[in-house]
């Protein structure tokens, strides 16, 4: 089947999630192409820093050099291949091989290997580098292939995601830490970002997480992490009336964002408490009252980077989709420091993430289950096509080249899919 | 002492084994703590990124939701043995091995960890002050995950 046939007015092919010939061909011209997210430069802050990640289907090596520029390495050797480096992060002078000592700087130059003399000519061979590596303040993206637009023209629309970020931090800057949670699921990596900003599911998929926190009223008046995680759960308990209300915002390149979450008190709203007042007055003290209270109005909850970044501004969180099969997901969950805030602002960072998004979570669970069953659905032959037309009629263009949907409206899945199109078939 | 602590971390254990959450909920003091930690070495929840991370109304969340028709993710339920042994027991405080085996929905997992358990004598009993759980594969990737362990 030719891939362009796998879509078609307002409908999807069930090919595109279970085949791993699709698969095959999604990491070759998305996942070579696209600029993925790689990492923060926090995390390598000083010359030899370096961290192991993925890049799609390669695994890499992002590395801060002597003269504090950003390299992104294979982590392959260059002569019989062995994987050099396998802690997740350390500090280096050079690059040893342990299999036959070929040694490399930081930059992947060769600095020399055991025997040269057996070589007939001197062998400069290096550990390969990422065609480019790019920081959109800070947050590091790596892209397998050598031509294409730019980091921040590929951003587009949703680079005001990671301003928003920034903007929400009193000393301008932002910083990783607490580690990272890490999910699976034995389902394709597109449900995910489908199902990010599919504001239908909740009240559905999220029903016995709403139903228990309202039965535990108290916890409402309880500490404040306890409070912000109540309030998370109870959101999805919403009907699709109110969901209406939640604009989806979506941008060329397959970019989209859900608006309007605070404002309509959907999740967590600001609250009065002492620290965070605190936090506003520093937000004041940097921006003024006028843009600190623009700031804090940014009301999305998943701003999605296409294909696999969902970035939460308000809760200084990433959430980094890693496909590994067809049928197989992993997802990275990492948190940041709102440099200059309080400690207390960070320890509510961290238990949202733990609430939200770990693979223990009330709400993060369901959704895994559901992703697993549409998996195991989708292996039927019941029907190829699957419908994703809903509030299609309603799709308003933006003067800025932005569609504008309802909450409601499967217009993020058509959206994603206009561009996975694009990239599969050029 | 000694065996009366290391009998209440037992039947801890039982009564997840027994989805008598309700139950396992109780033995937990009013400002008791579960935690899985996504780092052996955290000292405190402020550091890192937990897999679980519940103060007990938290905990009474998840407790009404394992009791729910409606939890996707039990349907059907798990079936668990928690296998607790190389017990320590200290002053209010123990140390064991855990390994759990779960089964559900056609697939077998395992989850392999050291747990202390610190706890209080209150005037109802023994009580849990803290659990916590510090799997040996942490920081992996994890399906979801629907009971405690």
Redesign the interface.
Known sequence: MNVADLWRANSVHRAAYVDPGVFALEQERIFRRAWLYVGHESEVPQPGDYVLRRLGPDEVLLVRGEDRSLALLHNRCAHRGARIVAQPAGNTRQFRCPYHAWTYDLDGRLLGMPLPEGYAEKIELGLARVARVESYRGFVFGSHAAQGPGLAEFLGGLASAFDNMLDRAPAGTVSR??????????GNWKMFMENAVDLVHPNF?H???V???R??P??LA??A??QQ??QM?LANGLRAPEWDKVPLHAYPGGHVYMGGFYRSGVIAPERADPAYERYRAQLVERHGAEKAAAVLAVDRFNNLVWPTVSVNSRFAALRVVQPLAADRT??E?Q?FRLEGAE?AM??LT??F???AA???S?V???D???FE?CQRGLQSAASDWIDVHRGALADRGQPDGSTLGSGTSELAIRHQFATWLQYMTR | MKDELEAFVLAEARLLDERRFSDWLALFAEDGVYW?P??PRQAS?????????E?K??L???V??LE?P????QSPASRTVHHVSAVEVGDLEVRSALVVAEWRAGDARWFAARVLHRLRREAQGLRIVLKRVDLIDS????????VPL
């Open positions: 830490f607490g580690g990272e949670l890490r999910l699976e699921y034995r998929v029903r016995s997480s139903e228990a926190a039965a535990q108290q916890a309880a500490d992490m306890t995680g109540a759960f992993m997802v969950v948190c400690a960070h320890d961290l238990q993430v733990n609430l770990s693979p223990a009330l993060a669970s369901d895994l289950e559901i069953r | 899985v996504t780092n929840p402020q550091e890192a990124l937990s897999l679980f991370y103060p109304p938290l009474a969340m998840r009404a939701r729910r409606d939890m996707h993710v920081e992996a990737p994890q399906r979801a995950i629907a």
